[in-house]
């Protein structure tokens, strides 16, 4: 089974600041990864899939990248409603397993 | 519109079966793939199970043996059998479609399974 691991677990940031969330693979997936927002008491929402296209809808302050093991998502100027647990997502085979998630919080 | 609806959750005892059901509408559940993702309280996205237009069906290691997962064209609806229900099953329960050409894009607002004596 691919695991994904995801880091930072956590991380405290202000409105404006640029974040960026890695997640990495233990065995090459291509581009098969997707990245999903969670806001608490919500079901979690498509982001990014295929490493880098941004789903319909999706501001442009989001942007995916990498391939193979190790990926990106980057927030390019946080915003108050981007506070919120994101994780990634392999689709390259089953099981289809979620990394553990990061929680971006307010500074 | 496009959406899932899932229904079915409840309070069951250890040991006990339940069955929940996914019900979409603004598309057709056997031309599509559909997931099942569970959330236990406070934790992370566990991937449970997932069924192929062709009707194959995949499963966790976790609920092997134990889920099952069907689908009924005529009323266009996906359920989750779960039998032998273990207190690390309490969980939000989502549908989940995955667009093949994108990923998990349209999600249900789950259902609460809890599992306790």
């Known amino acids: 089974d691919i695991q994904l691991t995801q880091s930072p677990s956590s991380l405290s940031a202000s409105v404006g600041d640029k974040v960026t969330i890695t997640c990495r693979a233990n065995d090459g997936i291509g581009s098969y990864l997707a990245w999903y927002q969670q806001k608490p008491g919500k079901a979690p929402k498509l982001l990014i899939y295929s490493a880098s296209t941004l789903h319909s809808g999706v501001p442009s302050r989001f942007s995916g990248s990498g391939s193979g093991t190790k990926f990106t998502l980057t927030i390019s100027s946080l915003q108050p409603e981007d506070f919120a647990t994101y994780y990634c997502?392999?689709?390259?085979?089953?099981?289809?397993?979620f990394g553990p998630g990061t929680k971006v919080d307010i500074k | 519109e496009v959406q899932v609806v899932e229904s079915g959750g409840g309070l069951i005892h250890p040991g006990g079966s339940l069955r929940l059901s996914c019900t979409a509408s603004g598309f057709i559940v056997s031309d599509n793939y559909i997931n099942w993702v569970r959330q236990a309280p406070g934790k992370g996205l566990e991937w449970v199970s997932a069924v192929v237009p062709g009707g194959r069906t995949y499963y966790s290691d976790s609920v092997k043996g134990r889920f099952s997962i069907s689908r009924d064209n005529s009323k266009n609806t996906l359920s989750l059998q779960m039998n032998n229900l273990t207190a690390e099953d309490t969980a939000l329960y989502f549908c989940?479609?995955?667009?093949?050409?994108?990923?998990?894009?349209?999600w249900g607002q789950g259902t609460l399974v809890t599992v306790s004596s």
């Open positions: 989940v479609r995955y667009s093949f050409w994108s990923a998990f894009d349209i």
């Open positions: 997502q392999q689709l390259h085979n089953y099981p289809r397993t």
